[in-house]
């Protein structure tokens, strides 16, 4: 089941894009802090339809490569983000050479590796001295609401295993460091129905399941108050872990 979740998402890349939040630059540029003082070739692996590659553009320099194991995500990452180098692979086969890339970041997707297989994969990739990043942005519920919005669409991968601990990581890198960052995304009762569809327990789930947390997130944001033009503030946590390469 885990391998048919990490692969459904390009049947919804469309929601994917106007339904998930962006990254804090912020939370980004602390994971690419360590990488060695003019290195800045960085391969976004899980890349998805582009929302951290997006960051990590901002960063001085960069020079950034796009991967995904679904092609689909990727023609969506090529439209919105023209001009970045875009590969099939995932972290556990990486079609790069030895010592090729400065950092390896991964968003909201380390969850759907293998961390021993995947962490000497990235190895092999990665200069010496170059870094693992891993960022999740996290809805943050402490709120009410969105305790009640995470009941309805049943929590992820990523809650799931954050919730247990930090990420592992193994050889060639060492001990994670962690930080965090709080924040929220004005967001409209469509874009939220649209981040439900890209989920992927929703995309897998059946028919009649997906009727049921259409309905009853529209009688939450009907209980909210929350029109179609509307927005409410959705506050997120993004936590980010980084590591060198020995």
């Known amino acids: 089941m885990a391998d048919e979740r990490a692969t459904s998402f390009g ?18 540029a602390w994971m690419l802090e360590p990488m060695p003082h003019g290195s800045r070739r960085i391969a976004d692996v899980g890349a998805g339809t582009g929302k951290l590659t997006r960051a990590l553009l901002a960063a001085p320099d960069a020079e950034v490569i796009a991967l995904d194991p ?6 969506t990452l090529s439209v919105s983000i023209p001009g970045v180098p875009t590969f099939v ?17 991964l968003g909201q997707a380390w969850h759907w590796v293998e961390p021993v297989a995947a962490s000497a994969e990235i190895g092999r990739v990665v200069r010496s001295g170059g870094v693992l990043g891993l960022i999740w942005n996290i809805r943050d519920e402490r ?30 890198f060492g001990v994670l460091e962690q930080d965090s960052w709080e924040w929220s ?17 929703v995309i897998t ?21 929350l029109d179609a033009d509307d927005t409410i503030d959705l506050p997120y946590v993004t936590g980010a872990f980084r590591t060198v390469r020995d």
């Open 205 to 225: 789930a059946s028919g009649d399941e997906k009727a049921r947390i259409r309905r009853e997130m529209d009688a939450l944001f009907d209980e909210l108050g």
């Open 143 to 172: 709120q009410e609401w969105v305790r009640r919005l995470t009941a309805i669409m049943h929590g992820s991968a990523a809650e799931e295993m954050l919730a247990a601990g930090d990420p592992v990581v193994s050889a060639p």
């Open 11 to 28: 049947a919804r890349a469309g929601d994917y894009e106007a339904g998930r939040p962006e990254y804090p630059f912020a939370a980004v």
């Open 70 to 75: 679904d092609p689909a995500m990727l023609a």
């Open 89 to 105: 692979g995932s972290a556990e086969r990486l079609p790069l050479p030895d010592s090729s890339v400065d950092a390896v970041v």
């Open 185 to 201: 995304r004005p967001i409209t009762r469509w874009q939220l129905h649209s981040m439900a569809s890209s989920r992927s327990y």
